[in-house]
């Protein structure tokens, strides 16, 4: 098993930036691939960004790329979501996952586990 706990979510401007983290416990996180994803009201959850066991390789959606950075620390069981140059439309409450695979993957199926999730809320 997994636990994880995300944090760093809050109510900011247009433009403005934010840092997620997820806490992991458990088993030994550098053995998963992590992700964000995250759901809007009334919406379906939607892929964010991904990165594999080792941080060596990332992947964006499309909406956020150039944006948003996915980053993670084995050493301290943490994998992060920067945002910058936030948008209304990134509003939403984002999720944390961990894959027992090394690969990264996109796929909201593909993962194992996920965290409670934190409130984003951009205004304009």
């Known amino acids: 098993q997994v636990q994880l706990v995300e944090s760093g979510g809050g109510l900011v401007q247009a433009g403005d930036s934010l840092r997620l983290s997820c806490a992991a416990s458990g088993r030994t996180f550098r053995n998963y691939a992590m992700g964000w994803f995250r759901q809007a009201p009334g919406k379906e959850r939607d892929f964010v960004a991904t990165?594999?066991?080792?941080?060596?390789?990332?992947d964006y959606a499309g909406s956020v790329k150039g944006r948003f950075t996915i980053s993670r620390n084995n050493a301290n069981n943490t994998v992060y979501l920067q945002m910058n140059s936030l948008k209304p439309e990134d509003t939403a409450v984002y999720y944390c996952?961990?894959?027992?695979?090394?690969?990264?993957?996109?796929?909201?199926?593909?993962?194992?586990?996920w965290g409670q999730g934190t409130q984003v809320t951009v205004s304009s």
């Open positions: 996952a961990a894959r027992s695979q090394f690969g990264y993957s996109a796929k909201i199926s593909d993962y194992d586990y």
């Open positions: 990165i594999n066991w080792s941080g060596g390789i990332t």
